[in-house]
Structures are given as C-alpha cells and as structure tokens.
C-alpha cells in the first residue's frame, strides 16, 4: 500500500463503506463462502470488489485466491500512533484540556478556542451556566473561567455573577 503516512486507513474505511465489499470482507474474515459470495455476482460486479478490496490494502490477491492482509491494522494503528498534535491539540485529550500552555501565545490560542465554544457574541451568561459549559472542557473550571477573564476573552460583572464575550473573544470568532 502506498498511502501516505496517516492515511492508510481511508481506503479501508471507504472499502467497508460499500456495502457488497462490506460483505465479502465479513466473509474473508470469518471464513465463509466468499467464493460463493462472488460468484452470485456479475461478472463485473465481481471485478469491482475484488478491485476495491486488494485497492484498500487490507486484501490482496495471491493467485486468484483472495487473503487476508495480516499487518494492515497494525499498520494503521501505528500510524496514528506516530501522529504529534499540533496547535492547541497538544493541550488536549478527547476534546478535554489536560494542560495549559507556558507560552502566552498558545494560552492565548487555547483560550480563544474555549471562548468560542462556550459564548456566544452578544450572550451575557450566570457563572453557574458558564461553569457548566466549561466542565465540559476542563476539571478546574474556576481556573478557566480566572483565565478567560485574565486574557480578556471573557467580562466578568462586578458581582461576578454575568459573564460576557468581550470585543478581544468577539473579534476572534469574526477572525
């Protein structure tokens, strides 16, 4: 397969999304009757696949007998696993901050990013409903919010009941 690194698995997926070479791989992998499979197929039905398949890397052809490519997966998730995030992606896990940057650049980037995940231009909220939003993106929520407000994304009342998108957070959703 000569895919380039980290997308190796787009062929694949998109083999299974075919639902007849869906079938014929569930057949490959559970030792089924493929050959039956295939030959209730038209001719050129049948030749499509087979195309698919072998074009996907997953199957190749040794033969005229369809196998099994034993590595494919191990391949892929190798892939994935050599992938570095970049940008803020460093700073999460499944969406979830796990850090924050020692660069005021990047708190900056991550900061805006959280500001416009959970304000909206023009949206004055309660600090418990802006503590709700951001439980969603981080464990220490008054952390967040202390730096949102910090970095003037976010305008707190005096209170510190309300808070705002200010024009620093607004701006960077029209940017």
Do not use: C
């Not at 992998?29 to 039956?36: A, V």
């Not at 650049?105 to 939003?133: C, F, I, N, Y």
């Not at 970095?151 to 209170?159: E, I, L, M, T, Y």
């Amino acid at each position: 397969m000569t895919q380039e690194t980290g997308n190796r698995w787009r062929p694949v997926i998109a083999a299974l999304a075919n639902p007849d070479v869906r079938v014929a791989f569930g057949l490959l992998l559970g030792g089924g009757d493929l050959t039956g499979y295939l030959d209730a197929k038209s001719p050129s039905r049948r030749a499509h696949i087979v195309r698919v398949l072998t074009a996907s890397g997953a199957v190749r052809a040794e033969g005229g007998v369809l196998a099994l490519e034993p590595t494919v997966f191990a391949d892929i998730l190798a892939d994935v696993s050599r992938r570095k995030a970049t940008g803020i992606g460093r700073f999460l896990v499944n969406g979830r901050i796990t850090q924050y940057p020692a660069s005021l650049r990047e708190r900056d980037d991550l900061l805006r990013w959280v500001a416009e995940r959970v304000l909206e231009h023009g949206e004055t909220v309660s600090e418990p409903v802006l503590t709700g939003r951001l439980r969603v993106l981080a464990d220490d929520t008054a952390l967040l919010r202390r730096y949102l407000v910090d970095a003037g994304f976010v305008d707190r009342s005096r209170d510190g009941a309300a808070y705002t998108l200010n024009e620093k957070g607004a701006q960077s959703l029209s940017a």
